[in-house]
């Protein structure tokens, strides 16, 4: 079995939980399931999950922005400026960025690796 693929159907499984929860109007178990997608996108390095995942916590900030009275997790009700919700945006947010740059970092590992080969002395032109 490939390593990604428990992780690949626990995702989809957790977001579809996290939408039945949240119908339920269980919001911080919905926090948690969509947290938990969250992980499993970042261990497969799916861009495309993560961003439907940090989709799917600004849309439940304003499911729980518009309750009233205000619910324990809304932003009103935050001890600081921000939500659960609005943090887990801000942590999809910096997921998908530090994914880009480590794919970065390794392509320009990779470009060095390849041009030391090419050179007679194993060190690259300059």
């Known amino acids: 079995m490939k390593p990604g693929i428990a992780l690949n159907d626990a995702y989809g499984e957790l977001v579809a939980l996290a939408r039945s929860l949240s119908v339920g109007g269980h919001y911080e178990a919905t926090y948690h399931a969509l947290m938990s997608a969250l992980h499993c996108a970042e261990e497969t390095e799916d861009s495309a999950r993560l961003t439907e995942v940090g989709k799917l ?16 997790l ?35 590992r990779q ?16």
């Open 57 to 72: 916590f600004a849309e439940h900030k304003q499911v729980v922005d518009a309750l009233q009275p205000p619910h324990k």
């Open 74 to 108: 809304s932003t009103k009700s935050s001890h600081g400026a921000r939500s659960v919700f609005e943090m887990a945006v801000c942590m999809t947010d910096a997921v998908i960025k530090r994914l880009e740059n480590q794919h970065r970092i390794d392509e320009m």
């Open 111 to 126: 470009s060095q690796k390849e041009a030391a080969k090419a050179t007679p002395t194993g060190r690259a032109a300059r």
